[in-house]
């Protein structure tokens, strides 16, 4: 999609999370940055729900232009599917090696998990292109396209975020090595990046496999 | 007569931002000093025109929808009220016993809570409530969503930017302003809009529904008896548009003219009549008017020929309607005058261009569009 | 005044301290005069607005300032004056009242308030080159389109409720994870105060409802941008997805609106009548139960637009629903006054007002949540007439009733009592006589938002009545304006307690320290304060002595300037979007630029030291 | 969340082992190619529209809860976390069918350009509503 304008649109921009040195005592026993993550899970919930609610009733009432159907190459969406399911196994491996404090694993999966989210989005790229060029569904072909791209593009402005987020973890890590296990912060990225995961799990079913509802 | 101008926007834009600099007091009593001295109703285009015998006031529906609109909102207001004076009565009367004496500061008795009250001021609401939502509910089902009568008379209602069109399938008929509708009829009205969102409300015949552009929303209701004796042309009741569609709102009126049977029939066969031109002046307005049928049709004439949707009112039976500019100003020889001179005069924003004509040449088309097309019916 | 640990290098006043301010009392202060200012800007609309429509075919305004004018009132009055004030009571004293240093993430609290501020300027900012956004301060579907507003009139609405919307969201979740997460021990969940309940469920509404308006402001911008066809007919878009939108985040607005201003009244009601509040576990699920329905009930505002018979009887069912917790709620306060010793300070004038006029705003709303009357009352007057009774006589009289309790607290003198007494009677006969007779106009016919109307339409006196009233108000809102300034210089000095307070801000110093609490306080009870200094039978007791303060204890974030950048990043972004020129490129060079500042500035938050 | 249970901060020992997480992978992408071949080969098991929809959003609820769950702790966090999930996901779900139900064109579809009849439950015989988009007069008939 264009200029990442999704910055003003998506809910605090997730890196910019504080950086908070001193746990805290908290009284549900879950630190302050995760439990603020689940917070904007939540609210993501109602951010997906509504592009998925407008996609749903707008993807039959596009009047000129492609329809669904025509459009869509279920099998390379399923390799991205397999390839966001993938990173989001290295994220947890990543976590783990990073609690147990081993660095070179953790700096590898961490590694695999930002050229997951890449690849998903060469997926993305490749797809809008085939759409824009082969069957000019441009952004204002027509309703159903309009809604898809806002849906399908706000999803890929998440995962550009968390492919950010985890290159600077990568980077924060090569250079302090062992000096630096803030597992608290991966795990708040892992969170993240689990989460822009399971959007993808449902927007897969709906958009994709509910073609003929 | 040249246009008073009333404030422009752009001046007020820079007069608002020097106004915060100002403070609050000052500004605001300089604007409403300067209201006072300038405001001369003569003399003034935006004089909005009344003249309609029925004013647009919910409390007496003639219609059994409106009817039974206000049995049901006496009904709630009764419960309501009491609701009220339930508040109102014990909070008074805790302020007046339980107010702190002078020097007595030892803290009261610190009540924490009573099962029972609790229970009971949730109860009691939802009874209350009942007696409100079961009546609502059965003039819902009774009015809304109910098929059309088969002898209805079926009417489609286009909101466009500042004006009301009726088109009547059944007659061949299209015109604008006016409703005519014959008494004691069901009606079925399809409301729809031609551009934004309006409402077509005319509150003494019942509630108000939007006109949506790529909606038909359905209104039905049954016309009430004709009151004044035939001759008159029917009785006017008045409705406006009652959702923001752009500057001229305000401006954007309706009436709904009920005859008598016999009264009906004649506006119908009168309505698309071609225009009687006889005087010289009238022939002339007559060739000026080949100019307006690009937006306008006159039916009988040869722009109603011209097949595709005109993008302004009909004006077929001009000449008999009681008001000009969607009911801004009555229909008088001066009144269309500054129309044709101007339109955005009367009407901010109206969509309608200054077509640039002479005086001689208003004259001539004002005398045709009022004479020629008037129809007595 | 121990000096707090703060590393060196650091100001303690003077601008640059404010705008590096991380510290939850000083971003309240900022919230608070912001907020008021807004209000000035948008009380100017409200009174030109009256006086042009204090006479039939007034010609004071044109038709498309008047409808500018609608906008901003409602725009400001909603998101720049009530939320934002509301934010303030949030900020500074949700950790003073569960016993917390600071809120849970310092820095993204400034962030919210510099997106506020700057969003709040971008909205006004239309002013300047005349081109007000036009559409009603819920901007519905047709009208916004491009070839119906081609100026840029709508895309300031649209970015400016999208940059609001993100300050919001982002405080939300600040304080939702503050909240729950650092109460002091001992103080489970219901032993906290009312206001931080109110201010717990304002959140989580805040949290949910946010997201639709920011993807329904990203359809429209789209559809003005870059001619996607969600809202227009033409290309199979659906003209009522936006009002459906808007609703669904609007009508849990309006309770983001109210229900701090019901925790407000609650805190000042129980310490006015020295008791503790009637039925506080009611009043707690009372106000779930409110914030719960708030997301079932979106479609009474649509009831005319065609929905059918069971949308609309069902969504009536659903809105008489919430009028059980609202009139639960009301009782309770009653019951909170009955046996009470209750002092008529101006706070609490203010307070048993809100409770009046709250009534009756919320009974005049019932009379509408019967689809078929609301065919008469929807647009007209009585709809204005009832949401300015809920929102003028219920949040804001319940605001100011706040600003007078705790002006004490924040300054550490008193609000002048006469001044104020004269004050609130203003607002409160001005109110009355401006409101009131609207319901009159409404029954009578008269639509809503028209800039003009007929002699005979029966409309003229109470337009009439309706203007004076609303200069009544104005003259209040001055009388306010110098007690306010009056007292900052002259008032009386507080101590730390001058109400006899219940809850645990009146055990600090007023002003507080920067560090709110020498030591986190162990909470035993509800109303803690109250507990510690009166018996069960209501003999005082001897306080404790607090114990030793070491300053080694408290280590204070320290402020970091990255906030302000940030936002102003993200208001490059907002208003790139539709700046003129050479072609795009200045508007795509604009939203670059601040996408990359934003980046850049998260980066640098993300690598501050702590 | 009665009593402050002690928070232990960083050094929370990592709940699952590795190859518990491998095992999980496996699984989640037997499911993803499970839907994939389900969507596949629609017609040859001649499966409906409605069960199709209903297992694969079935299938792709149990993917949510696996990720959920075990990948990102929840089950081995703390209780409110679960209920922000929940709560947040009913209430959207919730209010976005229920705007799903009013908005979905009952008796008309738009492809076909039936949202322009009159949304009569009793279909009328004729009246087609001319919409102002379409062309030609009405035919005046006689009343």
Known sequence: MMLDSHHAGSPGTAHAEAHEAHAHPTNTGVDNRKFAMWTLIASECFLFGTLIGNYLIHKDRGISGPKPHEVYQIDITTLSTFDLLMSSVAMVLALYYCNARRLRLFQFWTAVVAVGGIIFLGFQYYEFSTFVVHDNLGLSTNIFASSFYLLTGCHGAHVTVGVIWMLAILITSLIKGEKWFNSTMVEVAGLYWHFVDVVWIIIFTVVYLFVYV | MRRKTGIVPSTLMRMMCMLRMWGLGAGAWLVSGAAWAQKSFDDMPYKLDGGFDNPMTTISGITELSRDINRLYLTTTIIVTGVFFAVAI??????????????????????????????????????????????????????????????????????????????????????????????????????????VSHAFWIPKFGGKTSAINGNINRLSWVTPPAKMPEVAGGDYYQGQCAELCGSSHALMRHVGVVHTKEGFERWVKAHNQPPKVETASQRDGEQIFGRCIACHAIEGTVSATIPGEKIGPNLSSFGSRSHLGAGTRKNTEENLAIWLRNPADLKPGALMPNLGLTEPEIKSLTSYLRQSTYKNY | ??????????????????????????????????????????????????????????????????????????????????????????????????????????????????????????????????????????????????????????????????????????????????????????????????????????????????????????????????????????????????????????????????????????????????????????????????????????????????????????????????????????????????????????????????????????????????????????????VVAHFHYVLYGGAVMALFGGIYYWFPKVTGRMMNETLGKVQFWLYMIGFNVTFFPMHFLGVQGMPRRIYTYAPDQGWNLWNLVCTGGAYLTALGAFLFAVNFFWSLWKGKIAGNDPWDGRTLEWSLPSPPLEHNFDVIPTVTHLDEWWHRKYSEDGKRKVMAPSPKFDPSTIHLPNPSFWPIVLAFGILMIGTGFFLPGFGNAIAIGTSVTGALVVLGSGFAWAYEKP | ?????????????????????????????????????????????????????????????????????????????????????????????????????????????ALKGECFKIRDPAPAADTTVPAEAKPGEAAPTAP
């Open chain 2, 90 to 195: 014990p909070l008074i009367y805790t302020l007046y016993k339980f107010r702190a004496k002078e020097g007595d500061d030892t803290p009261p008795k610190q009540l924490h809570g009573n099962v029972i009250l609790e229970f009971l001021w949730t109860v009691i609401p939802v009874v209350l409530l009942v007696f409100i939502a079961i009546p609502t509910w059965q003039v819902i089902f009774k009015h809304d969503g109910v098929p059309a009568r088969a002898d209805a008379i079926k009417v489609h209602v286009i909101g466009h930017q500042w004006w009301w069109e009726f088109q009547y399938p059944d007659y061949g008929i299209k015109t604008a302003f006016e409703l005519h509708l014959p008494e004691n009829t069901p009606v079925d009205l399809s409301i729809t809009s031609g551009d």
């Open chain 4, 1 to 109: 969340m009665n009593t402050q249970d002690a928070a232990h901060g960083h050094g929370e020992k990592a709940h699952g082992s590795v190859t518990l997480y491998m095992v999980f992978a496996f699984v989640l992408c037997a499911i993803t190619f499970l839907e994939w071949w389900i969507f596949k080969h629609r017609n040859s098991i001649g499966i409906t529209n409605h069960t199709m929809v209903f297992t694969l959003l079935s299938l792709s609820l149990v993917k949510f809860a696996m990720v959920c769950g075990w990948y990102m702790h929840l089950r081995y966090d703390h209780k409110s976390l679960m209920k922000l999930l929940f709560g947040g996901m009913l209430l959207a779900s919730g209010t976005f069918l229920a705007l799903g139900i009013i908005v979905h064109p009952k008796e008309c579809d």
């Open chain 3, 1 to 382: 005044m121990s000096a707090s640990t703060h590393s060196a290098g650091y100001s303690k006043t003077g601008i640059w301290s404010w705008i590096t301010t991380v510290d939850h009392k000083r971003i309240g202060i900022l919230y608070a005069i912001s907020a008021l200012l807004f209000m000035v800007i948008a009380g100017i609309d409200a009174l030109l607005m009256r006086t042009q429509l204090a006479m039939p075919n007034n010609d004071i305004i044109s038709a498309e300032t008047y409808n500018g004018l609608v906008t901003m009132h409602g725009t400001s009055m909603i998101f720049l004056f009530i939320m934002p004030l509301s934010a303030a009571f949030f900020n500074y004293f949700t950790p003073l009242l569960i016993g917390a240093p600071d809120v849970a993430f310092p820095r993204l609290n400034a962030l919210s308030f510099w997106i506020f501020l700057f969003g709040g300027l971008l909205l006004n900012s239309s002013y300047l080159i005349g081109q007000v956004p036009a559409v009603g301060w819920f901007a519905y579907a047709n009208l916004t389109l491009k070839q119906y507003n081609p100026t840029h009139s709508v895309d300031f609405w649209v970015w400016g409720i999208q940059i609001l919307g993100l300050a919001s969201l982002i405080a939300a979740i600040n304080f939702f994870t503050t909240i729950l997460n650092m109460r002091a021990p001992g103080m489970t969940l219901l032993k906290m105060p009312i206001f931080v309940w109110t201010t717990l469920v304002t959140q989580v509404l805040l949290i949910l409802a946010l997201p639709v308006i920011t993807v329904a402001c990203v359809m429209l911008s789209f559809d003005r941008a870059f001619g996607t066809g969600f809202f227009d007919p033409g290309a199979g878009g659906y003209v009522l997805m936006w009002e459906h939108l808007f609703w669904v985040f609007g009508h849990p607005e309006v309770y983001i609106l109210i229900l701090p201003a019901m925790g407000i009244v609650s805190e000042i009601l129980a310490t006015m009548s020295r008791k503790p509040l009637f039925g506080y576990t009611v009043m707690v699920y009372s106000s779930c139960a409110i914030g719960f329905l708030g997301f079932a009930v979106w479609a009474h505002h649509m009831f005319t637009v065609g929905m059918g018979p069971w949308a609309n009887a069902l969504f009536s069912a659903a809105t008489m629903l919430i009028a059980v917790p609202t009139g639960v709620k009301i009782f309770n306060w009653i019951s909170t006054l009955w046996g009470g010793k209750i002092r008529f300070t101006t706070a609490a004038l203010y307070a048993i007002s809100f409770v009046a006029m709250f009534t009756f705003g919320g009974l005049s709303g019932i009379m509408h949540s019967s689809p078929p009357i609301d065919t008469q009352h929807h647009d007209s007057y009585f």
